[in-house]
């Protein structure tokens, strides 16, 4: 908001000399101030500031400052449990720019209003674990609506705004795609685990869980994950890579937890964005225990006395 506010200045406004100095009633002196030094410029500086941190006059310069503010990030961390969103940063699997704002959102925390895309992801989530849970064994009755009860909602949904037909988008091809015909374990399941192997405790939520593999008849598969996607598929290969990290640590949370091997765990992200069901799913890899403690035990972060 500050930032529209300023990008919004009226131009009468914008080229006042500011010289840092309560205002009074009295006028402000005829010297303007260096260009550099303008009210105008400091707002653009402002309005432009991603991260709203000091900056560096070179690359080598935002290297060093980028790699203490990762060392302090380091720190503390390492004072409490961590997810998977700060294991995939330690590991290197996330962006330059998505670790960047990672570590600089730890270090120095800025209050952020959800988007209105993160919102309505939160509201199509919230549907699918009722959706998903709906008439599941072992669930108590009345726990959820019934899958035809919802259904029959979504049927007499009438065309709204933007934002509640895409919604509604989402909602009909989950209830046509293959996951809505297959019997589900959990919805929503809260992981904390001890792994030892990385020195920390590690917590995270999955959003659905189903009895069996991707190929529903591939006997060797006890689960797999199902991690709901309503923003954008990644095309490049380097963005589904990073997307793909949070599947492996997925995977090997609920073997631990559940004491299934790790090979009878599948796991893919389903995107809902997506028109054609056959574009909608990216599959995890079938990558062993040891590959992915591997590719995060080195971003652990280790106490020393030298802190």
Known sequence: QVRDALRNMRGDDAGKPFDGEPCDDAKHSDSELPEDKSLLLRA??????????????????????????????????????????????????????SAREYWRGLVRPIPRVASPSAQLGTRFHAWAERFVMADADGIESG???????????????????????????????????KWASRRPAWAERQLVVDMPELGTI?????????????????????????DWKTGGKPRKPEEIKEKLAQLDLYRLLLSTM???????????????????ETDRELDALDKTKEEILAELSYGIPQQSDND
């Open 143 to 177: 726990a959820y609506d019934s899958r035809a009860e919802l259904v029959e909602q979504l049927a007499s949904t009438q065309a709204g705004s933007p934002d509640e037909r895409k919604i509604a988008a989402w909602q009909r091809r989950l209830v046509s795609s």
């Open 44 to 97: 653009r500086l402002l309005a432009d500031d991603e991260n709203l941190m000091p900056s560096a006059a070179d690359a080598g310069s935002r290297d060093a400052f980028d790699d203490a503010v990762r060392a302090k990030g380091e720190r503390i961390l390492a004072m409490g449990r961590q997810n998977v969103t700060s294991l995939q940063a330690r590991a290197g699997a996330m962006s330059e720019r």
């Open 202 to 226: 590690v917590n995270g939520k999955l959003d659905a869980v189903f009895v069996g593999g991707i190929d529903a008849a591939d006997p060797t598969k006890r689960y797999t994950v199902v």
């Open 258 to 276: 559940e004491g299934v091997p790790l090979d009878a765990i599948d796991a893919c992200l389903y995107y809902l964005s997506e028109s054609k």
